[in-house]
Each structure stands twice: as C-alpha cells, then as structure tokens.
C-alpha cells in the first residue's frame, strides 16, 4: 500500500452504499466485490478468493480490511488493499463525497514523525 487515503469531512452524508455501488460496478469482473466491513471503526473489507477454503478462525485473516482512524482509511496489522484496490475506493469516494473531500497521503510520508530526544543524566 504506497499510500492511504484521508478525507476532510467526519461522516458519509450518503452512506456506504454510493460508494460499494461506484467501486463494485467498476471493478474487474474476476475481482471480489467491496464490502461495508462490519466492525465499530467501520471501514471497507474484501473478501480473500479462497475465502471459504482458508481454515483460520479468525475472520481477519481471511479478509483485506481498511478501518477508519482519525478520518483515514489504515490497514494497521491486517491485510490491507493493493494499490488497484485502492486507487478505485479513492475514485469511488470522490465520487460520493467530492473531490474536495477526500485526498492521499504517501504512505513514505505519514511514518516522518518528527521526535524529541532527551538526554537524562544519570547523576
């Protein structure tokens, strides 16, 4: 994932359904659909394509997923989309929110966090 996507404004006036209709009706057809995904941050899920074949339990293994963190669409530790994938949600939000709305940020770029050293003396 080169880069993450952000917007400006704090929810989806219209909801999740403008922008999986924009996404899945643009999407290659041997691709799997894009989901609303079902977790308090919200966010969008797409399903692996051994989905149903994949032992683990635990759902998230079997998934991409993208949450929402601070208006941010992150995969933190779980699979997050390719850039094909997130190249068409990006599209598919600017379709529903504005461009205005939504932009991206190098992902190289989000990790530059600038840190204070402290030097403590051990007197």
Request: overall charge positive; some cysteine; proline content about 4%.
């Amino acid at each position: 994932m080169s880069f993450v996507i952000a917007v400006k404004i704090g929810n989806l006036p219209n909801g999740y359904q403008p922008i999986l209709d924009y996404y899945n009706q643009n999407r290659k057809s041997n691709t799997q659909p894009l989901e609303k995904l079902p977790r308090c941050e919200g966010g969008f899920m797409i399903k692996l394509p051994d989905y149903d074949k994949i032992k683990s339990l635990e759902i998230n293994n079997k998934i991409q997923q993208l949450r929402w963190s601070k208006r941010q669409l992150v995969s933190d530790i779980y699979y997050g989309f390719n850039d094909e994938q997130l190249e068409l949600l990006y599209d598919a939000l600017c379709s529903s929110l504005g461009e205005d709305n939504v932009c991206k940020i190098d992902k190289c770029m989000e990790n530059k966090i600038q840190r204070t050293f402290h030097v403590i003396s051990k007197k």
